[in-house]
């Protein structure tokens, strides 16, 4: 009998603290009205293969991915490990580097917005220690709508954040975006801002971009070996990661001034 | 009941090992009695010698994209001309073949003929000068009982000149168990290429396993009285072979014309079994269209006479010598059935005509990214295809042009035309796609899912992009480090909270500025360096990385509790492995990496150690033959030093160039031992494409 007052007493908190969030939710329609008028153009699809090579060949799956245009002429952000995984970080004791495949990834493909072709696109660069990379679209169209990222600002704990994202073409290639807050902030290991929210470039609700948005996953990994049985529901280490926007601005104007890697045919 | 072909892929052989152990106790307790004990050493001394190991180098294809591995089997030596008996399925998709006699002396072989429907085929040994060989004979009938002492011969996962011994369990056995249909036996032993449709098998307990497919099976006559073909990889001791009589003809066929001319009738037969009747054998299945069905014979109809000869299948055992009797008639000859549809008595006439192959060739086509096989009727009436004529895609590399077309192409279309031109073969494809100055894109009708459909593709000729991937860079100091918090600091006497330099390397900014092994970090630009936990030393390296590139910098360190300070100047980090130049070497089938600084340090080269590091190796290409392993440094190819992938790969053109070439040495470095391994000439293909 306890057991139920309890559990009801439970329920009427749990219905009680629903009632106050839906309360304070607000309607974003005009920050996404805003905000897909702003940069939507700007987020766009890519496809890419990647290798890992096994017993002397390689094994290719392509894959997909979502990238914002940082520049007018072609210049893209994309995720780190959208070009290359280091699975030495997946493996309990790596070694020296080497030691574990590394996959890498070619033959990218970028779809604009509102385009229905798929044009070639070649590495620039990559900061693994971001964890992010940059492809430049070949042959590229003049005057691409682009993201500034010198126009950043400042990511605090407590701020909300809208993340632009593009669907697949089986879904119309349709902008849409999700709301994210930042939970905290970190400088250890590095600097990153701790957040929930969806990967990608992340926006002030004015427009302004004020970080990258990602997954760890060799950290997620070691830190969920380091994690026991999981029953101990330690949840505090459970957040994406936001790299501060003028660490992404920074990186990206050196990886602007470089060329591409080479060409693929 | 699952059985599988015994020919041993490389990759097997320690997987199973485990097995070996098990069947060796087992195979002791079958020893026969001693009284066939001198029998058995007469049989053996009469066969073994000439039973032989058999290495093929395949070429099967994956995703798209052709695959060189080794495998291995077992054969005999069958005439004086050195023809060597043996399974299809060990020759199957063999592009250079060697033999390893019972003495050690191993020679190259060349493919006589293969005969898929009975799953055997000849080698012919092609020794240096003429040569008789000794040889072993087939039996001319198979007079097995059950109980009969036979001895199992050859290579068990490569382990040559094996024996074993055992009893014939049943000497007619059809792989049909008693939760089979009949109806689909054929299908099966082995889609697109049905084997064992005009034999029974002897199954037999004498221990075999992958690498024995294609080796004898000996009574104590010391006469090849089957063919080792088959057997269960768990759950007992069940093999099964080939009959020898029924080899035997196969073998001499093959020597003789190079292959095996069988007729087909177009329908398919079943037993009586289960029917009521007594007499004749049952029409399963008819094809549709065919001759047989335009000549009025319907599935259900019972067979009662061939040509006025009264025929019988009382059971599915007695289909076998029936399919036989049927595959000899003569090619081109009238055939008169008698059949019994509902009572009534009716003739059936029809034209024996010559078997097509099952199977067409698969190739690799690389300007469209895929893999495709040759359709044949046979084929494309067991996939229900509308087309007939066709290049059937089993593969597609992902990211190449196939896989990029406009829909992409994916396994099981099948291509018709390509720019309006039919395609039946490769060669069909290459003259419609032939490399031009500009790529153009080609319009491919095909056939999917039983629609006609279009599709845009652009073909790409040559080499294959494979750039490094490239990194920012980022300041460095040089050393490795141990994370020490407060408490672990105070603890174990450090003084102070810091990170401990666990490795140092040479002429690093840090070496340089005098640090050492056991030096304590302590501060940073004046900045304490505390670690948050005693596993992770990221956040030293991420301090480093903020700082400016060639800049200065200074750490305050402890050393023996004594404060002291270094000035370093920040250099860049050396470039990680995925920054580094790869280069696929296409006649070696090996992917090799410049060697880096991380590698020098991973194998505790010298920094100034040069070489070229291999990062994958295809076991079947010619690496892997030479046993090139993935994480060797390759540092002297013939007489040159080789520092890049590119100076190994004219190396190798200029070994392969020279007039007295032999075996081509390599000087290897393999964890602490240099090495010297041998490529031999004719496992180098240059015409292979080089992707770089």
Same mark, same amino acid.
């Given at each position: 009998?306890?057991?139920?007052?309890?559990?009801?007493?439970?329920?009427?908190?749990?219905?009680? %603290?629903?009632?106050?969030?839906?309360?304070?939710?607000?309607?974003?329609?005009?920050?996404?009205?805003?905000?897909?008028?702003?940069?939507?153009?700007?987020?766009?699809?890519?496809? %890419?293969?990647?290798?890992?090579?096994?017993?002397? @060949?390689?094994?290719?799956?392509?894959?997909?991915?979502?990238?914002?245009?940082?520049?007018?002429?072609?210049?893209?952000?994309?995720?780190?490990?959208?070009?290359?995984?280091? %699975?030495?970080?997946?493996?309990?004791?790596?070694?020296?580097?080497?030691?574990?495949?590394?996959? @890498?990834?070619?033959?990218?493909?970028?779809?604009?917005?509102?385009?229905?072709?798929?044009?070639?696109?070649?590495?620039?660069?990559?900061?693994?220690?971001?964890?992010?990379?940059?492809?430049?679209?070949?042959?590229?169209?003049?005057?691409?709508?682009?993201?500034?990222?010198?126009?950043?600002?400042?990511?605090?704990?407590?701020?909300?954040? %809208?993340?632009?994202?593009?669907?697949?073409?089986?879904?119309?290639?349709?902008?849409?975006?999700?709301?994210?807050?930042?939970?905290?902030?970190?400088?250890?290991?590095?600097?990153?801002?701790?957040?929930?929210?969806?990967?990608?470039?992340?926006?002030?609700?004015?427009?302004?971009?004020?970080?990258?948005?990602?997954?760890?996953?060799?950290?997620?990994?070691?830190?969920?070996?380091?994690?026991?049985?999981?029953?101990?529901?330690?949840?505090?280490?459970?957040?994406?990661?936001?790299?501060?926007?003028?660490?992404?601005?920074?990186?990206?104007?050196?990886?602007?001034?470089?060329?591409?890697?080479?060409?693929?045919? | 009941m699952r059985n599988i072909p015994f020919v041993l892929r490389s990759a097997l052989f320690a997987l199973t090992m485990i097995f070996l152990?098990?069947?060796?106790?087992?195979?002791?307790?079958?020893?026969?009695?001693?009284?066939?004990?001198?029998?058995?050493?007469?049989?053996?001394?009469?066969?073994?010698?000439?039973?032989?190991?058999?290495?093929?180098?395949?070429?099967?294809?994956?995703?798209?994209?052709?695959?060189?591995?080794?495998?291995?089997?077992?054969?005999?030596?069958?005439?004086?001309?050195?023809?060597?008996?043996?399974?299809?399925?060990?020759?199957?998709?063999?592009?250079?073949?060697?033999?390893?006699?019972?003495?050690?002396?191993?020679? #190259?072989?060349?493919?006589?003929?293969?005969?898929?429907?009975?799953?055997?085929?000849?080698?012919?040994?092609?020794?240096?000068?003429?040569?008789?060989?000794?040889?072993?004979?087939?039996?001319?009938?198979?007079?097995?009982?059950?109980?009969?002492?036979?001895?199992?011969?050859?290579?068990? +996962?490569?382990?040559?000149?094996?024996?074993?011994?055992?009893?014939?369990?049943?000497?007619?056995?059809?792989?049909?168990?008693?939760?089979?249909?009949?109806?689909?036996?054929?299908?099966?032993?082995?889609?697109?290429?049905?084997?064992?449709?005009?034999?029974? +098998?002897?199954?037999?307990?004498?221990?075999?396993?992958?690498?024995?497919?294609?080796?004898?099976?000996?009574?104590?006559?010391?006469?090849?009285?089957?063919?080792?073909?088959?057997?269960?990889?768990?759950?007992?001791?069940?093999?099964?072979?080939?009959?020898?009589?029924?080899?035997?003809?196969?073998?001499?066929?093959?020597?003789?014309?190079?292959?095996?001319?069988?007729?087909?009738?177009?329908?398919?037969?079943?037993?009586?079994?289960?029917?009521?009747?007594?007499?004749?054998?049952?029409?399963?299945?008819?094809?549709?269209?065919?001759?047989?069905?335009?000549?009025?014979?319907?599935?259900?109809?019972?067979?009662?006479?061939?040509?006025?000869?009264?025929?019988?299948?009382?059971?599915?055992?007695?289909?076998?010598?029936?399919?036989?009797?049927?595959? $000899?008639? #003569? =090619?081109?000859?009238?055939?008169?059935?008698?059949?019994?549809?509902?009572g009534k008595r009716r003739q059936v006439e029809l034209k024996a005509t010559e078997q097509i192959r099952e199977r067409g060739d698969e190739?690799?086509?690389?300007?469209?990214?895929?893999?495709?096989?040759?359709?044949?009727?046979?084929?494309?009436?067991?996939?229900?295809?509308?087309?007939?004529?066709?290049?059937?895609?089993?593969?597609?590399?992902?990211?190449?042009?196939?896989?990029?077309?406009?829909?992409?192409?994916?396994?099981?279309?099948?291509?018709?035309?390509?720019?309006?031109?039919?395609?039946?073969?490769?060669?069909?494809?290459?003259?419609?796609?032939?490399?031009?100055?500009?790529?153009?894109?080609? =319009?491919?009708?095909?056939?999917?899912?039983?629609?006609?459909?279009?599709?845009?593709?652009? *073909?790409?000729?040559?080499?294959?992009?494979?750039?490094?991937?490239?990194?920012?860079?980022?300041? +460095?100091?040089?050393?490795?480090?141990?994370?020490?918090?407060?408490?672990?600091?105070?603890?174990?006497?450090?003084?102070?909270?810091?990170?401990?330099?666990?490795?140092?390397?040479?002429?690093?900014?840090?070496?340089?500025?005098?640090?050492?092994?056991?030096?304590?970090?302590?501060?940073?630009?004046?900045? *304490?360096?505390?670690?948050?936990?005693?596993?992770?030393?990221?956040?030293?390296?991420?301090?480093?990385?903020?700082?400016?590139?060639?800049?200065?910098?200074?750490?305050?360190?402890?050393?023996?509790?004594? #404060?002291?300070?270094?000035?370093?100047?920040?250099?860049?980090?050396?470039?990680?492995?995925?920054?580094?130049?790869?280069?696929?070497?296409?006649?070696?089938?090996?992917?090799?990496? $410049?060697?880096?600084?991380?590698?020098?340090?991973?194998?505790?080269?010298?920094?100034?150690?040069?070489?070229? =590091?291999?990062?994958?190796?295809?076991?079947?290409?010619?690496?892997?033959?030479?046993?090139?392993?993935?994480?060797?440094?390759?540092?002297?190819?013939?007489?040159?030093?080789?520092?890049?992938?590119?100076?190994?790969?004219?190396?190798?053109?200029?070994?392969?160039?020279?007039?007295?070439?032999?075996? =081509? *040495?390599?000087?290897?470095?393999?964890?602490?031992?240099?090495?010297?391994?041998?490529?031999?000439?004719? +496992?180098?293909?240059?015409?292979?494409?080089?992707?770089?």
């Amino acid at each position: 009998m306890k057991s139920f007052y309890r559990s009801a007493l439970l329920t009427v908190f749990l219905l009680a %603290f629903s009632a106050a969030q839906a309360a304070t939710v607000e309607d974003y329609r005009d920050i996404y009205r805003d905000l897909t008028a702003k940069h939507a153009q700007a987020v766009v699809t890519v496809k %890419f293969v990647m290798s890992v090579t096994s017993s002397g @060949k390689e094994e290719r799956i392509e894959d997909r991915t979502q990238a914002l245009l940082v520049s007018a002429d072609g210049l893209l952000l994309v995720p780190d490990r959208a070009v290359s995984v280091d %699975f030495s970080a997946f493996m309990p004791s790596s070694g020296s580097q080497g030691a574990a495949p590394v996959a @890498k990834s070619s033959d990218f493909r970028v779809r604009l917005a509102g385009s229905d072709d798929w044009l070639p696109a070649d590495l620039v660069t990559r900061d693994s220690q971001l964890g992010l990379a940059w492809l430049r679209v070949r042959q590229s169209p003049k005057d691409l709508a682009f993201v500034n990222l010198a126009d950043g600002i400042r990511a605090e704990p407590g701020m909300v954040f %809208f993340s632009l994202l593009r669907t697949s073409d089986e879904w119309g290639g349709v902008p849409v975006f999700r709301p994210g807050l930042v939970m905290g902030e970190t400088h250890t290991p590095k600097t990153v801002l701790l957040v929930d929210g969806v990967p990608g470039m992340a926006f002030s609700a004015d427009g302004h971009p004020i970080g990258y948005v990602d997954i760890d996953f060799g950290r997620m990994m070691r830190s969920s070996r380091n994690g026991g049985s999981g029953l101990g529901l330690d949840v505090a280490d459970v957040a994406l990661q936001m790299t501060p926007i003028d660490k992404v601005a920074a990186a990206t104007a050196q990886a602007a001034k470089l060329p591409v890697v080479a060409s693929g045919k | 009941m699952r059985n599988i072909p015994f020919v041993l892929r490389s990759a097997l052989f320690a997987l199973t090992m485990i097995f070996l152990g098990g069947n060796a106790a087992r195979a002791d307790q079958l020893l026969p009695a001693p009284s066939d004990s001198n029998r058995i050493a007469t049989a053996r001394d009469r066969v073994l010698p000439v039973v032989v190991s058999i290495l093929t180098v395949r070429q099967d294809y994956r995703q798209g994209e052709p695959l060189l591995s080794v495998s291995s089997g077992s054969g005999t030596v069958v005439s004086a001309q050195g023809h060597i008996a043996t399974n299809a399925h060990v020759t199957q998709n063999g592009k250079s073949f060697r033999i390893v006699f019972a003495d050690g002396r191993e020679l #190259p072989a060349k493919l006589v003929g293969t005969d898929t429907l009975s799953d055997i085929a000849v080698l012919q040994v092609q020794p240096p000068k003429p040569e008789t060989f000794a040889f072993a004979e087939f039996a001319k009938t198979l007079d097995l009982r059950p109980g009969d002492t036979v001895l199992a011969m050859g290579a068990p +996962w490569g382990l040559s000149n094996s024996m074993s011994a055992g009893v014939v369990n049943n000497p007619r056995r059809l792989l049909v168990s008693l939760f089979d249909d009949e109806a689909e036996y054929e299908d099966s032993i082995g889609e697109d290429e049905p084997t064992g449709r005009y034999y029974a +098998w002897i199954q037999h307990d004498a221990a075999i396993a992958p690498g024995n497919s294609g080796g004898p099976l000996v009574d104590l006559n010391g006469r090849i009285v089957g063919v080792n073909t088959r057997g269960m990889i768990v759950g007992g001791d069940l093999a099964f072979a080939i009959p020898g009589p029924e080899a035997g003809s196969v073998v001499r066929s093959l020597i003789d014309n190079g292959r095996v001319r069988r007729v087909s009738l177009g329908f398919r037969l079943r037993s009586l079994k289960g029917t009521g009747f007594s007499e004749g054998v049952l029409v399963n299945a008819v094809e549709r269209g065919s001759v047989p069905e335009n000549a009025g014979l319907r599935a259900g109809d019972r067979i009662l006479k061939l040509n006025g000869e009264a025929i019988n299948a009382l059971q599915p055992i007695d289909l076998p010598a029936l399919q036989k009797h049927i595959a $000899e008639l #003569p =090619i081109d000859s009238k055939v008169v059935l008698e059949v019994d549809r509902d009572g009534k008595r009716r003739q059936v006439e029809l034209k024996a005509t010559e078997q097509i192959r099952e199977r067409g060739d698969e190739n690799a086509f690389p300007p469209f990214g895929i893999s495709a096989t040759q359709l044949t009727a046979a084929m494309g009436r067991r996939r229900s295809l509308d087309s007939t004529q066709g290049l059937l895609v089993t593969g597609v590399r992902p990211g190449g042009p196939a896989a990029v077309a406009r829909p992409e192409l994916t396994e099981g279309d099948l291509l018709l035309s390509v720019d309006g031109k039919p395609v039946t073969s490769l060669a069909d494809l290459n003259l419609a796609a032939r490399p031009g100055a500009e790529a153009k894109p080609l =319009i491919i009708r095909l056939e999917r899912d039983g629609e006609q459909r279009l599709s845009l593709l652009t *073909p790409v000729f040559g080499d294959q992009a494979r750039t490094p991937l490239p990194e920012l860079p980022k300041a +460095w100091v040089g050393v490795e480090v141990q994370p020490f918090t407060a408490s672990l600091a105070r603890e174990i006497g450090l003084g102070r909270p810091g990170y401990r330099i666990s490795r140092i390397y040479p002429g690093s900014p840090l070496a340089k500025a005098g640090a050492k092994v056991g030096d304590l970090l302590v501060a940073l630009e004046g900045e *304490p360096l505390k670690p948050a936990n005693e596993t992770s030393s990221e956040g030293f390296d991420q301090r480093v990385h903020d700082l400016t590139l060639d800049s200065h910098a200074k750490f305050s360190a402890l050393r023996d509790g004594k #404060p002291l300070d270094f000035d370093v100047t920040l250099a860049a980090s050396p470039v990680d492995t995925s920054g580094l130049r790869t280069l696929a070497v296409a006649g070696l089938r090996a992917q090799l990496r $410049e060697l880096g600084f991380y590698d020098r340090v991973g194998l505790k080269l010298p920094m100034d150690r040069s070489g070229v =590091i291999i990062d994958g190796v295809e076991s079947g290409g010619a690496a892997g033959l030479a046993h090139l392993k993935r994480g060797d440094v390759i540092i002297q190819l013939g007489d040159r030093s080789v520092s890049t992938p590119d100076e190994l790969s004219k190396a190798l053109d200029h070994s392969l160039a020279l007039a007295h070439g032999g075996l =081509i *040495p390599l000087q290897v470095i393999r964890g602490s031992q240099t090495r010297i391994l041998y490529l031999e000439r004719y +496992w180098l293909n240059a015409d292979a494409p080089e992707s770089r």
